[in-house]
């Protein structure tokens, strides 16, 4: 590998990390995915910072906790002084490019990438804005319902797929550029994140990845609905928010939503598998380093739950595998976190990480991936919809640990305890355990201020979008640019060279 890697990031939407406790679970139909996982370090105990998409990327950008990106929910800001690894390795010199969805709120839709090649599949203003002040509140023209479930089934195009249908052919397209020749060269080192929006519901999937899973064994959650009055409180709020009590589910639906976010994610598979035969065709695979992570996960159904917005592992809980050089692979149970991403990616890199260290909560996975444990508790946090306070969470080792200001304690150990259906923090007799992870927790976060900061952050945004609305309106969305006059053959050119230059391996 040469001296300063390519890195091709795969990043997904709403992949449950549970379905991956060595690389894809065997009964999934993803080659492409174990033929990656062959080659990485898997992380089974990978979390994300913040149950959701915004904060979870943003998070995953910038290694920073939400409390610090302020990027509490879909529609705050993620203010540009903020650096990303685009930042971090653009500055060491690559040059960095998006393709695909990140869910930046604001003005500033690069943060740090030198070239987008997609719009994004989300709004970039203020309008999915909760609001404290209202708690209970539902807003109906976005707020998530069970639609999505009792909807689920085939079909041959919808707007997630079209979407990454295109998110697919232009990172394919760029990796073809990447690898030609052209007028001007440009010999940085790249960095290339291909982002889709897929399996996240609605639970809709092509026929022909529909029909892999016809006879799979895996249809129904492994923990039955839970009945509303015996859901812990953050649940029942997320049942309401999510209009639960308006529709019937039954299990054809179950069933159907699940074969579906399966099939969609052996549909990724095939876009992933397209991106990657350009890499390996135009010889840039020996040069590259892979990472396949998400944002965050999927209920799935258990519980009762579906989709994130909680701290239970099918929400929480995402893949990360990393193929480099400097990674051995194997499997890692050590809990590590998407913060860890950044930190990771610049040591990969070469960049100096004293540098690194004052912009990030996370810790490069070198160490990690040679045997060493992460130094600090993972930490994850939530202050979205359906949440009426913030919500923070901690991880380490084996036991998690849940507080909100407005609930009781939950700790869960996650070796005895999978599925998280023992609240030890209930038990009297763990009084002072429950006591030890509170001291720990306050030493970490100071919930009323956090509490403030969330709120403020949401009253100015209302007033903001409220105006903005007012009037003209000049929406953030990302326009990407397409110069038609310099693509595939203009008079300008000449046509020899032209025909020369744009293909690869160039003839004799």
Not at 151 to 162: D, K, L, R, T
Not at 290 to 298: A, E, K, P, T
Request: aromatic share 10%; with cysteine.
């Amino acid at each position: 590998m040469k001296q300063k890697p390519n890195i091709l990031i795969f990043m997904v939407d709403q992949l449950n990390g549970t379905l991956f406790p060595d690389g894809p679970a065997d009964w999934l139909h993803v080659p492409n995915l174990k033929k990656l996982a062959d080659q990485a370090t898997r992380f089974a105990n990978c979390y994300t910072a913040s149950p959701l998409c915004a904060p979870g990327r943003a998070s995953f950008m910038s290694g920073q906790l939400p409390r610090r990106t302020r990027v509490y929910d879909n529609a705050a800001e993620f203010a540009s002084d903020i650096p990303t690894y685009a930042h971090h390795l653009r500055r060491a010199g690559y040059q960095t490019c998006l393709s695909g969805k990140m869910h930046f709120v604001g003005p500033d839709q690069l943060h740090g990438f030198e070239e987008r090649l997609t719009t994004d599949i989300y709004p970039a203003d203020f309008g999915w804005t909760p609001d404290y002040r209202k708690p209970g509140e539902r807003i109906d023209w976005w707020y998530h319902n069970m639609g999505s479930v009792t909807g689920a089934g085939v079909a041959e195009i919808s707007n997630q797929m079209e979407y990454d249908d295109n998110v697919a052919h232009e990172a394919k397209m760029k990796v073809y550029d990447l690898a030609r020749t052209s007028g001007k060269p440009d010999r940085r080192p790249w960095c290339l994140t291909v982002s889709f929006t897929h399996p996240h519901d609605p639970y809709v999937a092509r026929r022909k990845y529909w029909d892999l899973y016809e006879d799979c064994e895996h249809l129904l959650p492994e923990v039955p609905a839970i009945p509303l009055d015996d859901q812990d409180p953050h649940s029942q709020r997320i049942f309401k928010a999510n209009d639960w009590l308006s529709f019937d589910i039954t299990e054809e639906n179950i069933r159907h939503s699940r074969r579906a976010y399966f099939a969609n994610i052996s549909y990724l598979d095939d876009k992933i598998g397209e991106v990657m035969e350009a890499l390996e065709t135009t010889g840039q695979a020996k040069d590259t380093i892979v990472l396949f992570c998400s944002d965050h996960g999927d209920m799935l159904g258990e519980r009762g739950l579906w989709f994130k917005m909680c701290f239970y592992e099918g929400s929480s809980r995402v893949p990360l595998m990393v193929s480099a050089p400097q990674m051995k692979p194997g499997l890692i149970a050590e809990p590590v976190s998407n913060v860890d991403i950044l930190p990771t990616l610049c040591d990969l890199a070469g960049v100096d990480m004293s540098e690194i260290a004052p912009w990030t909560d996370g810790e490069t996975l070198l160490p990690v991936a040679a045997g060493e444990p992460r130094p600090h508790p993972v930490m994850i946090e939530y202050a979205a919809e359906a949440s009426y306070a913030p919500l923070v969470s901690m991880i380490d080792g084996r036991y998690k640990f849940n507080h909100c200001e407005l609930d009781p304690p939950q700790l869960f150990d996650l070796q005895a305890d999978p599925h998280e259906q023992v609240n030890l923090a209930k038990d009297p007799d763990n009084g002072e355990l429950v006591e030890t992870w509170m001291k720990r927790i306050r030493a970490q976060w100071d919930m009323a201020a956090f509490d403030t900061e969330v709120r403020a952050s949401q009253a100015r945004r209302w007033v903001v979008y409220e105006a903005l609305r007012n009037g003209a309106y000049y929406p953030w969305d990302f326009q990407p640019l397409k110069q038609a006059s310099e693509q595939y053959m203009r008079n300008h050119m000449n046509l020899d060279r032209l025909e020369d230059d744009k293909r690869f391996p160039r003839g004799e």
